[in-house]
């Protein structure tokens, strides 16, 4: 006997995906990230990481209660927002008092995601909305660089006028350091340069002062291959933001490699392979081409490295991607793909 | 005489889902149901629908001409089985909804049409292909009303008549059958190699082929030996080589396998023959040599009848115009679990409510899904927001933007999704299959296709 008929346009079957599983194999392939952050920064990371997926999704879910949405948990399912929640969070300095992260939290959320209509409308990383809001409001508590739980001790402090027990520069502050005193004839200049070269090893392993969850190179690394084996992200993005940003770090050591930090020491500084991997590859605000692909990521590390060297930041991954998000509607208007027939002709 | 495996390019694009061939692909063709009540449609075919030759109250003979038209891309049809004509009324369509046709009740005891046997033996002689002329081949086909039966219908007489404008030098036999759970097609090539073989050589003969190869996915590596060791076998065979291509979905899509054949693209918005090429399914050929040879028109076909929800799955050789509830019952009847029945396969097929619905000319399968096989999220159509990820890009065949267009759609602008080239799109189902978020992206293309045909006037609202 025949049960109730359902009736729908064809394909009746889906295939295996699904915007959950999206979202759980990029929780999964952090998750070394993350315990690399809870070994080098203890404490720091088990109230950090928690604080900001906790208020995250809170946020989400009360910006549903405001648009009246009728099922308010639902959009909670996908995990979109755990995972603005951790990146959000492993993109900060690990002291941030947590007022401040409740804040910035709800701002990634808010503003980031949900005025624009919720997952997929939005135009910029949430996450780096707000980071880009935190770093505004409060710029003191966002470059104060707590020293992990493990730090090699032959970090230098950048000024002997402020010796400090628990904060040190980042790598990436003794570079902008070397590059400021390049006109004055003065050694410290260089030296700092060479020192972040000759720490290639602990800066991979994540022994090194930074944001929370970029400081582990080693375990980003490990996450990224685990999303391009499953196929989950775009492979052009992180290779087209290494491939240039290597190539723009090239250039000015290159010219002289005592004032400027290596290519390799770019690329195992600061955020950039946590933008390589999860930060620029998020779907929704990169281009849907892999000729856009190409582009965005080219542009998301070539103005990361112009910010570093030429800018005023010792750090320009955060504003890199929101410029090449601003952009994205527009690489995709350039990158019409041409039916494999050829165009038509009309 | 090539035997050595010929193995294809590869499209770009395309999915890969469960094949499920394993329920129906060791059962052979079978007879079909004693029809009770026969609805053979009078528009079976792409082209002009057919008048009715016959009125309520004729006494028809099987294979007698019941319908016909007299505009060129037309097919006749004739009646399956002897009995009277009780109506000529609007019956449920698959695809157009309502449709005029011819209800024929049978006398009360006639024999089953059996799928042949002698078929086998008639063809396997050398069968004389000097006996016919290019012109009587293409008159026979013409008048049996064969039609591509892999799904389009498009007339075949049409299709290999020869053209001076657009001459041919290629055919593709299309024995890909790269739907999920269908089958038909690999038996008929296990089954009737030779009448398949003796339809190649007819269908080669009209359109002046020079050359012809038979492509079939990996995944049905019988069929490829007992083709290629019939081919050996039989003389004058020599132009005809068996291409292997990858099993991916829609690898029997013309254009994709073409591209795996040749190596070569169809222009956007171009037929095959705009570059010198016939695609002919498995079953056309088939009915081609059935029709030339044995003088039979088209009103018997091999249709899968699968799924999970059918207690016997399996494939029937049933005349046209066997309401679908007729066929379902004679495999008897569907379990609790069915969920949707499909005219198809299920990437591409119709899904009906009605099942007095009948088998058409080019219905190749009837597929009874549970609640399991379409997915909870699909079956319950949960669509959640595109995140952009770009798989339906990745699998589209035809290397189009699926979810650009399917937005363009949805906000009304057709302009964007003509720019965006909606009219390439194939319907293959891919980039809904794939989607993450379950978003229907072949019915918005669908949709948008049908509202630009209606603003060119092409369909009446």
């Known amino acids: 006997m025949l049960s109730k008929l359902t009736v729908s346009c064809a394909p009746h079957i889906g295939g295996p995906f699904s915007t959950r599983r999206v979202m759980v194999d990029v929780i999964i392939a952090l998750a070394p990230a993350m315990l690399a952050a809870c070994y080098f920064f203890h404490a720091y990371a088990l109230i950090l990481l928690p604080t900001c997926v906790l208020s995250c999704v809170i946020t989400e879910y009360l910006c549903n209660l405001l648009r009246r949405n009728e099922k308010p948990l639902e959009s909670l399912g996908d995990f979109s927002a755990v995972i603005t929640g951790i990146i959000l969070a492993m993109s900060l300095p690990p002291a941030i008092p947590f007022w401040a992260v409740i804040i910035g939290s709800a701002v990634s959320i808010a503003i980031g995601k949900m005025v624009f209509g919720g997952l997929g409308s939005n135009i910029f990383n949430p996450a780096m909305v707000g980071r880009a809001f935190l770093t505004a409001s409060f710029g003191m508590l966002m470059t104060t660089w707590t020293v992990p739980a493990t730090i090699d001790k032959t970090m230098p402090q950048v000024s002997a006028a402020s010796p400090d027990a628990i904060t040190q520069a980042t790598p990436l502050g003794h570079s902008k350091q070397a590059i400021k005193q390049a006109k004055a004839p003065d050694k410290t200049a260089a030296s700092q340069a060479q020192l972040v070269n000759s720490q290639l090893k602990n800066l991979f392993v994540g022994s090194t002062s930074g944001c929370l969850g970029e400081t582990s190179k080693l375990a980003l690394l490990l996450g990224g291959i685990y999303l391009l084996i499953r196929q989950v992200i775009n492979w052009r993005i992180p290779f087209a933001v290494l491939l240039s940003a290597f190539v723009f770090a090239s250039i000015p050591w290159l010219i002289n490699p005592s004032r400027y930090i290596s290519p390799i020491a770019h690329l195992t500084t600061g955020g950039i392979l946590l933008c390589a991997f999860f930060i620029a590859t998020d779907p929704v605000t990169a281009p849907l081409t892999g000729k856009g692909a190409w582009i965005f990521g080219a542009g998301v590390g070539a103005i990361t490295i112009l910010i570093r060297v030429v800018g005023e930041y010792p750090e320009g991954v955060m504003y890199a991607v929101l410029l090449m998000n601003s952009v994205t509607p527009l690489i995709d208007r350039l990158c019409k793909l041409t039916p494999v027939g050829g165009k038509p002709n009309v | ?461």
């Open chain 2, 1 to 461: 005489m090539n035997v050595a495996t010929v193995v294809g390019t590869e499209f770009s694009g395309g999915v890969h889902p469960q094949g499920k061939k394993e329920l129906t692909a060791d059962s052979p063709i079978q007879s079909g149901p004693a029809v009770k009540r026969a609805v053979v449609m009078l528009s079976q075919h792409t082209g002009a629908i057919c008048k009715p030759t016959v009125t309520e109250g004729t006494i028809v003979q099987a294979g007698q001409l019941i319908g016909d038209s007299d505009a060129f891309i037309s097919a006749p049809v004739h009646s399956p089985i002897e009995g009277r004509v009780t109506e000529i009324a609007l019956q449920s369509h698959p695809v157009l909804g309502r449709a005029p046709a011819v209800i024929i009740e049978p006398h009360a005891s006639i024999p089953v049409r059996k799928p042949r046997p002698q078929a086998q033996r008639f063809f396997q002689a050398d069968t004389g292909l000097n006996d016919y002329t290019q012109h009587q081949i293409c008159q026979a086909v013409r008048k049996a009303g064969i039609v591509g039966m892999g799904g389009a219908g498009f007339p075949t007489s049409v299709k290999i008549e020869p053209n001076p404008r657009l001459p041919k030098h290629t055919m593709i036999i299309n024995g890909c059958e790269c739907e999920p759970y269908i089958t038909c097609d690999y038996r008929i090539m296990l089954e009737w190699t030779h009448q398949l073989i003796t339809g190649i050589k007819l269908a080669q003969k009209a359109s002046a082929c020079d050359k012809v190869y038979i492509g079939i996915e990996d995944n049905k590596p019988e069929a490829i030996k007992v083709l290629n060791e019939t081919l050996q076998n039989t003389p004058a065979c020599k132009d005809i080589e068996v291409v292997t291509v990858k099993t991916k979905y829609p690898q029997g899509g013309e254009r994709q396998l073409i591209k795996a054949v040749l190596n070569r693209f169809v222009p956007t918005g171009g037929i095959p023959p705009t570059i010198g090429l016939i695609v002919l399914n498995v079953a056309t050929v088939a009915a081609i040599a059935d029709a030339v040879v044995c003088g039979s028109p088209l009103t018997h076909r091999v249709v899968t009848v699968t799924g999970e929800a059918i207690a016997n799955p399996g494939n029937y050789y049933v005349a046209v115009g066997t309401p679908i509830s007729e066929l379902i019952d004679f495999c008897g009847g569907v379990t609790q679990k069915s969920a949707k029945v499909v005219v198809g396969g299920p990437m591409m097929g119709i899904a009906i409510a009605d099942l007095s619905i009948p088998v058409t000319k080019t219905t190749n399968a009837v597929t009874v899904l549970t609640k399991e096989q379409i997915g909870r999220a699909k079956f319950a159509r949960r669509q959640t927001a595109c995140i952009h990820c770009g798989r339906c890009l990745q699998v589209c065949p035809e290397r189009l933007n699926p979810t650009k267009i399917s937005h363009a759609v949805k906000k009304n602008r057709l302009d964007i999704a003509q720019d965006y080239f909606i009219t390439a799109c194939t319907e293959c189902g891919c980039c809904s299959y794939i989607c993450p978020a379950n978003i229907e992206l072949t019915g918005y293309i669908r949709t948008g296709k049908i509202y630009l045909a209606r603003q060119k006037k092409l369909i009446p609202q």
